[in-house]
Structure formats: C-alpha cells, structure tokens
C-alpha cells in the first residue's frame, strides 16, 4: 500500500547527498545516476536544485560536484546535541596518547559504523581514520562492536537487513554470522583483516545509558600481533571506559 505521507522527492535528495560519502572525490551527474539508481533527468533536476540552494557546487578542474560546507548546517546539530560524543572524547585523546595508534568513536547509522570523531595517532604505520569516515557493520570490528551494543530486538532487525544485502552482493553470510558470533561471546570486539587487507580493530561498545556507540583502534595488522590487541591494547580500552562510567546499561 503506498504511503501518502512519504515524500519520494525528498528521498531521492538525499540519497543524491549521500552518495557523497561514498566518493568523497566528486561525483558527475553520471555518476550519481549509478550510485542513486536514478534516471539520469531526475538527477540532472536533483542537481540543479542542490546547486542552487547551496549544498552543491561544480568544480571545473576535476569536472565534479562537491558538497560545500553548507552541508555541515546539517550535521553540526547531531555533533553539538550528541551527549555521549562529549562524553568519551577523554577517553579517545587518552588511548591514543597511551598506545601512540589513532582512536575512534563510531555510531550505527544504516548499515554502516560512521565516524563522528577521531584522535590520529602518532606512531608511524597508526591507521589514519577521519571524522565522517563509514566502514561496514557486516565486517568491521567498529560495525560489529555496534551489533554487539544493540539490544536483541534491535539486532534481529539489523541483522535481518545486513544477510539481505551480503546475498544481494554475493558476499559469504556463514562467514558474517560467524564474526558476529564470535563478537557476542566476548567483552571486546577484535577483528583482523575482515574490512580491509592488512589492517585490524578493537572494538568496545559504550553507553552512557540513553545513547549507544563504539570505540575503536584501528591497527595495521602487519605490525600489531593479535595477541597485542588482545593484551595490552584491549585492557587500556576497557579500563579507560569503565573508569570514565561509560558502560552504563541502556534504559
């Protein structure tokens, strides 16, 4: 049955600012087109909407459209209302200065962990993580970290979701509920190898009791054993968050 309250117009606007994310390089119209799924007029009008009010601009150089800073009109909101982010920026500028790799804090938006601020590291070979930045929930320890924070009901739904769209791709999803069970059984989130070659995660879900997230370090698994990530690496993570109250369960 069709929903009369939704606007299908202002859906495809959206999904027009969020293909952005995906290729933070430019996008033409073109390649919205195949991001979107949608007809190339449609987006040709999207555009010129966009450009108009100000969220977009065309740069002759790289033949492109890139989002302007407009854009952060909408999302500084979410930063500056975000208890929680507040909450655990301490702890992610004490990790990272502890243990000289970069840290993160994440939150579930779709089917992605998405970024919403990150201390580099100072070590050489430290992963560069930037605010903003999306990795999967299905194969990143910063998505799974956010499955294991979800309540049952909450994870079923997500779950359901995320086997739809590794058998849509093609993608093995014996090997996601395998690494999501494994997540579950224990207090830290460690992956290897599973999002990216050569680069690993841990991963500890927190909450200040209204509000769920993670916090992550990734680590170039070339030089970071896993028994490092499973020891020292891991207890400073669990000690700082514990120390800071940020294990509270959810109301």
């Known amino acids: 049955m069709e929903d009369r309250q939704f606007?299908?117009?202002l859906q495809r606007g959206l999904s027009v600012l969020r293909a952005?994310?995906?290729?933070?390089?430019?996008?033409?119209?073109g390649e919205l087109a195949r991001e979107t799924k949608l007809a190339p007029s449609t987006i040709s009008r999207l555009v010129y909407t966009l450009r108009e009010l100000g969220y977009i601009t065309y740069d002759r150089t790289t033949r492109a459209y890139i989002l302007?800073?407009?854009v952060l009109t909408l999302g500084y909101p979410v930063l500056s209302q975000a208890p929680l982010l507040h909450q655990v920026r301490p702890v992610l500028v004490q990790i990272s200065e502890q243990t000289g790799e970069t840290c993160g804090f994440a939150q579930r938006d779709g089917l992605y962990a998405t970024f919403l601020d990150c201390i580099q590291g100072r070590n050489m070979l430290a992963v560069r993580m930037e605010i903003g930045a999306r990795l999967p929930l299905a194969t990143s320890a910063?998505?799974?970290?956010?499955l294991k924070a979800c309540n049952e009901a909450d994870r079923r739904v997500v779950v359901t979701r995320i086997r739809a769209n590794l058998a849509r791709r093609r993608q093995p999803v014996a090997a996601f509920e395998q690494r999501l069970a494994d997540a579950l059984a224990e207090p830290v989130v460690i992956a290897r190898d599973t999002w990216h070659k050569g680069i690993g995660g841990i991963a500890v879900p927190v909450s200040n009791g209204?509000?769920?997230?993670?916090?992550?370090?990734p680590v170039a698994t070339s030089?970071?054993?896993e028994k490092d990530m499973r020891g020292p690496l891991t207890a400073k993570l669990v000690a700082l968050t514990a120390r800071h109250q940020?294990?509270?369960?959810?109301n």
């Open 210 to 217: 209204t509000e769920i997230g993670v916090i992550t370090v």
């Open 142 to 146: 910063s998505g799974l970290g956010l």
């Open 7 to 9: 606007v299908t117009a």
């Open 223 to 225: 030089t970071v054993s």
């Open 20 to 29: 952005f994310s995906r290729k933070p390089g430019g996008l033409s119209n």
């Open 68 to 70: 302007t800073p407009q």
């Open 246 to 250: 940020l294990n509270r369960p959810v």
